[in-house]
T-cell receptor
Framework: DTGVSQDPRHKITKRGQNVTFRCDPI?????LYWYRQTLGQGPEFLTY????????KSRLLSDRFSAERPKGSFSTLEIQRTEQGDSAMYLC????????????FGQGTRLTVV | QKEVEQNSGPLSVPEGAIASLNCTYS??????FFWYRQYSGKSPELIMS????GDKEDGRFTAQLNKASQYVSLLIRDSQPSDSATYLC??????????????FGKGTKLSVKP
């Protein structure tokens, strides 16, 4: 499978716990994006990487959220001290670094905080 | 003013008709424009990208871009019930360059009636 892969697909956690999600992009894609999507809304940008460098972070990315892409390949998104408002679909997308490079999404990780 | 605006719908068309989906954006310097389809509970799937003014056709889909009017649309010819989904418009704002983040609208829900 050469698409964007996310793990886990579903996560249920208790409020206050930490969770970590993983994204494996398409292998030749330099750019990797994280989005959050809640019901009835479009995906909201969280952050993106070019190789291992984190180039932009949204104001939505509070200090409880941290993202890494240590070797410029897979990325992790960690949420500390989860809150019920963090319940959402977390989407990863990747894109090749050239003009006209299309962005492709993984299947997403659905987080439920109870 | 939101950066990317779409009519949330629902837009209902009969099978075989043309569905017309519209999107406006606020950043005049935006460079890249995308249409994604999202089925309920699934991640967004890229349908088309467009970068230059005019029309771009791919099968039953035609994307239209008018940068002067800051307007992008998607036409679906011979609509099928399987086209019933939420259609997301995404824009690459100027500040990020052609490879920066993507800003999404809330999406338009399309329903194609048999």
């Amino acid at each position: 499978d050469t698409g964007v892969s996310q793990d886990p697909r579903h996560k249920i956690t208790k409020r206050g716990q930490n969770v970590t999600f993983r994204c494996d992009p398409i292998s030749e894609h330099n750019r990797l994006y994280w989005y959050r999507q809640t019901l009835g809304q479009g995906p909201e940008f969280l952050t993106y990487f070019q190789n291992e460098a984190q180039l932009e972070k949204s104001r939505l990315l509070s200090d409880r959220f941290s993202a890494e892409r240590p070797k410029g390949s897979f990325s992790t998104l960690e949420i500390q001290r989860t809150e019920q408002g963090d319940s959402a679909m977390y989407l990863c997308a990747s894109r090749v670094l050239r003009t006209g490079g299309d962005a492709f999404f993984g299947q997403g990780t659905r987080l439920t905080v109870v | 003013q939101k950066e990317v605006e779409q009519n949330s719908g629902p837009l209902s068309v009969p099978e075989g008709a043309i569905a017309s989906l519209n999107c406006t954006y606020s950043d005049r310097g935006s460079q890249s424009f995308f249409w994604y389809r999202q089925y309920s509970g699934k991640s967004p799937e890229l349908i088309m990208s467009i970068y230059s003014n005019g029309d771009k056709e791919d099968g039953r889909f035609t994307a239209q871009l008018n940068k002067a009017s800051q307007y992008v649309s998607l036409l679906i010819r011979d609509s099928q019930p399987s086209d019933s989904a939420t259609y997301l418009c995404a824009v690459n704002p100027a500040r990020g360059g052609s490879q920066g983040n993507l800003i999404f609208g809330k999406g338009t829900k399309l329903s194609v009636k048999p």
